[in-house]
């Protein structure tokens, strides 16, 4: 029979102990871990709801100034107010019991007070919501910053958990250095280092085309939200997705839907280069952060991605959206926002499609007849590309007028759902051309009297297509996108201020589009070159406010002002970009 020394007797009875003491400490730190995180999720609850009231109040306190001025024609009365609509529908979310029945109510009368206004002009039931809504938004913030100083600042439960966490890691230190699992030797400690790194760089990595992955994506995109915080630099993000993955894997197997995955890696890091960083975040996503670029940057390299995966795929491969950072946007919305303009353009079949307010849409303007519609979106995608198609040589030229004038009609001020039917206008502003002989728009010498005339008569022909689609608004701008500001124009004669602010935009736009993209019967002069061309023009042709805004949005920076005495070595990075695209 055999029999234990006192030493294993000791032995046993200490490692006992020390496990005990493990398992003890082990549930401590898991309980302040838990209590730290809770009251961590309700000061982070707290704080957008913070956020919010103080929104709503100086919403609310905006709109009420604006009443008593009179100044309820303005787009950003309408544009404010539907934030207002969108703030309690966010707070009510947050919310519960009867701070829940409340914001309902604040809700349902300030959209009756809102329908009222928009339908009938009546601005009394506004007039008498508003102040309710700043009152009940101030009385919040107050109620909650009373709580708040009434809280203790610091939690015990987080001091347990650090010394907890402390004192296991100390005994499991001593247990691996008596087991001999830990080595003091510096040596081992690279080897190990090396290893884990290696680790980290595989947990951030895809396997099969060796780009960052999801993870990696949301954690770069943190790092350039930091750096735009810090520097007040923008960035683009773009969306791409594959159109006809699943085709591929059902009719030719899998191994086939990776070299065709493989493929479009390639083409996008062909493209991309150093202007951003690419990352498949999806069985057929990719995403790319673009520092430093703004949307027009960034929809040249996107139509350049679809050229390039049309020539690989033997047909059209990718979807893509973009969206630019330039304010104070948060992760989830940026990426809500790329998505969007991705889908848009899955859905209308367009190259590229660039994030806008009037794409995220809602239930208020559904029930109030607000914006075009998802089938007259569709139609109008589709005779763009119609339109594309039978005039030669440009391709694509309706998406980039759509896209450009946006930009623009955003920078003078036009928002919301008039700033969609601003991008379908544009689509749509050489439909008439439809209506137009082949031999008149393929034609490379100049034209005869009958036959400028028969050209200048799309405008009237593409008006009358689209009062057949239900779009009078866009009907309108197209009718009068060929008139000058002098006066010398066409179909009416209209001059200045007589012309719609957003024909003078689709005007310009169409004009500086015209000479920058390529054509087989001439060559595409450089930004500098075609800012110039417009600026000659300016008050006789364009206005010049139209003018200093596309100047703004095709630089790398907003806010310059390029000269047409400059040299053309002045001209950035679009000139470059647009050259390329030509070649």
């Given at each position: 029979?055999?029999?234990?020394?006192?030493?294993?007797?000791?032995?046993?009875?200490?490692?006992?102990?020390?496990?005990?003491?493990?398992?003890?400490?082990?549930?401590?730190?898991?309980?302040?871990?838990?209590?730290?995180?809770?009251?961590?999720?309700?000061?982070?609850?707290?704080?957008?709801?913070?956020?919010?009231?103080?929104?709503?109040?100086?919403?609310?306190?905006?709109?009420?100034?604006?009443?008593?001025?009179?100044?309820?024609?303005?787009?950003?009365?309408?544009?404010?107010?539907w934030?207002?609509?969108?703030?309690?529908?966010?707070?009510?979310?947050?919310?519960?019991?009867?701070?829940?029945?409340?914001?309902?109510?604040?809700?349902?009368?300030?959209?009756?007070?809102?329908?009222?206004?928009?339908s009938?002009?009546?601005?009394?039931?506004?007039?008498?919501?508003?102040?309710?809504?700043?009152?009940?938004?101030?009385?919040?913030?107050?109620?909650?910053?009373?709580?708040?100083?009434?809280?203790?600042?610091?939690?015990?439960?987080?001091?347990?958990?650090?010394?907890?966490?402390?004192?296991?890691?100390?005994?499991?230190?001593?247990?691996?250095?008596?087991?001999?699992?830990?080595?003091?030797?510096?040596?081992?400690?690279?080897?190990?280092?090396?290893?884990?790194?290696?680790?980290q760089?595989?947990?951030?990595?895809?396997?099969?085309?060796?780009?960052?992955?999801?993870?990696?994506?949301?954690?770069?995109?943190?790092?350039?939200l930091?750096?735009?915080?810090?520097?007040?630099?923008?960035?683009?993000?773009?969306?791409?997705?594959?159109?006809?993955?699943?085709?591929?894997?059902?009719?030719?197997?899998?191994?086939?839907?990776?070299a065709h995955?493989?493929?479009?890696?390639?083409?996008?890091?062909?493209?991309?280069?150093?202007?951003?960083?690419?990352y498949?975040?999806?069985?057929?996503?990719?995403?790319?952060?673009?520092?430093?670029?703004?949307?027009?940057?960034?929809?040249?390299?996107?139509?350049?991605?679809?050229?390039?995966?049309?020539?690989?795929?033997?047909?059209?491969?990718?979807?893509?959206?973009?969206?630019?950072?330039?304010?104070?946007?948060?992760r989830?919305?940026?990426?809500h926002?790329?998505?969007?303009?991705?889908?848009?353009?899955?859905?209308?079949?367009?190259?590229?499609?660039?994030?806008?307010?009037?794409?995220?849409?809602?239930?208020?303007?559904?029930?109030?007849?607000?914006?075009?519609?998802?089938?007259?979106?569709?139609?109008?995608?589709?005779?763009?590309?119609?339109?594309?198609?039978?005039?030669?040589?440009?391709?694509?030229?309706?998406?980039?007028?759509?896209?450009?004038s946006?930009a623009?009609?955003?920078?003078?001020?036009?928002?919301?759902d008039?700033?969609?039917?601003?991008?379908?206008?544009g689509?749509l502003?050489d439909?008439?051309?439809?209506?137009?002989?082949?031999?008149?728009?393929?034609?490379?010498a100049?034209?005869?009297?009958?036959?400028?005339?028969?050209?200048?008569?799309?405008?009237?022909?593409?008006?009358?297509?689209?009062?057949?689609?239900?779009?009078?608004?866009?009907?309108?701008?197209?009718?009068?996108?060929?008139e000058?500001?002098?006066?010398?124009?066409?179909?009416?004669?209209?001059?200045?201020e007589?012309?719609?602010?957003?024909?003078?935009?689709?005007?310009?736009?169409?004009?500086?589009?015209?000479?920058?993209?390529?054509?087989?019967?001439?060559?595409?002069?450089?930004?500098?070159?075609?800012?110039?061309e417009?600026?000659?023009?300016?008050?006789?042709?364009?206005d010049?406010?139209?003018v200093?805004?596309?100047?703004?949005?095709?630089?790398?920076?907003?806010?310059?002002?390029?000269?047409?005495?400059l040299?053309?070595?002045?001209?950035?990075?679009?000139?470059?970009?647009?050259?390329?695209?030509?070649?």
């Open positions: 029979m055999r029999h234990s020394s006192p030493r294993s007797r000791k032995a046993r009875i200490a490692r006992g102990f020390v496990a005990a003491c493990a398992l003890a400490l082990v549930g401590l730190a898991l309980f302040g871990i838990f209590k730290v995180e809770q009251e961590r999720r309700s000061h982070e609850a707290t704080a957008k709801r913070v956020h919010g009231y103080a929104a709503l109040a100086a919403l609310a306190s905006t709109e009420r100034r604006r009443l008593a001025a009179g100044r309820t024609d303005s787009a950003s009365f309408f544009a404010d107010a934030r207002i609509t969108n703030t309690l529908s966010s707070l009510q979310s947050m919310s519960s019991g009867s701070e829940a029945s409340t914001l309902t109510a604040l809700q349902v009368g300030f959209a009756s007070g809102l329908h009222r206004a928009r009938a002009h009546d601005y009394a039931p506004l007039a008498k919501s508003l102040p309710a809504l700043q009152s009940d938004a101030n009385g919040a913030l107050h109620a909650m910053e009373a709580a708040e100083r009434r809280s203790p600042s610091a939690t015990p439960y987080e001091g347990i958990g650090l010394v907890a966490m402390a004192l296991l890691a100390v005994l499991n230190l001593l247990w691996l250095l008596r087991r001999g699992l830990l080595s003091l030797r510096p040596a081992d400690w690279d080897g190990r280092d090396r290893r884990v790194e290696e680790l760089a595989q947990a951030r990595t895809d396997s099969l085309t060796q780009l960052g992955n999801h993870r990696a994506f949301h954690a770069d995109l943190s790092e350039e930091k750096r735009r915080g810090a520097t007040g630099t923008h960035f683009t993000l773009m969306a791409v997705d594959l159109d006809g993955l699943k085709r591929i894997n059902d009719t030719r197997g899998h191994p086939a839907g990776d995955i493989k493929g479009i890696t390639a083409c996008l890091r062909q493209v991309i280069g150093r202007d951003g960083t690419i498949r975040t999806g069985g057929d996503e990719f995403t790319v952060i673009l520092p430093n670029k703004r949307n027009w940057d960034a929809l040249l390299l996107a139509n350049r991605i679809d050229q390039m995966t049309r020539e690989f795929a033997g047909g059209r491969a990718v979807s893509i959206g973009l969206t630019e950072s330039t304010g104070i946007e948060g989830q919305l940026l990426v926002q790329a998505d969007l303009a991705l889908y848009e353009a899955k859905r209308t079949k367009l190259r590229a499609v660039t994030y806008h307010p009037g794409l995220a849409g809602g239930p208020l303007d559904t029930a109030l007849g607000w914006g075009p519609s998802r089938d007259q979106r569709a139609l109008a995608a589709a005779l763009a590309r119609a339109v594309d198609a039978k005039d030669i040589g440009t391709r694509s030229h309706s998406e980039m007028v759509a896209e450009l946006v623009v009609g955003r920078r003078l001020g036009i928002t919301g008039r700033l969609e039917r601003l991008r379908l206008a689509l502003h439909v008439g051309k439809i209506g137009v002989a082949d031999a008149i728009l393929q034609k490379t100049a034209l005869d009297e009958d036959e400028r005339a028969a050209m200048s008569d799309h405008v009237r022909i593409g008006q009358s297509i689209l009062i057949a689609a239900e779009l009078p608004t866009e009907a309108e701008w197209i009718l009068h996108h060929h000058r500001y002098d006066g010398t124009g066409y179909p009416d004669g209209k001059r200045g007589q012309i719609p602010l957003e024909a003078r935009i689709i005007s310009t736009a169409d004009a500086f589009e015209a000479m920058t993209g390529p054509r087989p019967y001439r060559d595409s002069v450089s930004t500098v070159e075609a800012l110039a417009l600026r000659r023009s300016a008050k006789t042709q364009f010049a406010r139209c200093e805004a596309i100047a703004a949005v095709v630089q790398n920076f907003p806010d310059l002002v390029i000269e047409p005495t040299p053309a070595v002045l001209d950035l990075t679009l000139a470059d970009a647009l050259a390329r695209q030509a070649s």
